[in-house]
């Protein structure tokens, strides 16, 4: 019923920036929950960043204060502005979204590659 697809992934240098987006399509009311997870080579995926509805927002530990997170709630877009970035931010980058209901979406998946 909902599809969602991302977009921005590339190469970044250590301390430059990069903007994800992540557009959802299809059959739905609204989603309660966008948020980014990333999984890098050899670890478990791990939430970046989340937004509700309502606007209330929660960051990993390790991205606050260099990622934000922003969600158009007209344009159905969820987008993952990444500032100052690090090489231990090298992973595949995934949007998720769920409606409150039960249901859950992800997306395929953008690789984001930081060198040093």
Known sequence: QVQLEESGGGLAQSGGSLSLSCAASGRFRNLWKMAWHRQAPGKQRELVASQL?????????SVKGRFTIFRDNIKKTVSLQMNSLKPEDTAVYYCYANDGKGNEYWGQGTQVTVSS
């Not at 509805?53 to 530990?61: H, K, L, R, V, W």
């Open 53 to 61: 509805i309502g606007s209330t927002t929660d960051y990993a530990d």
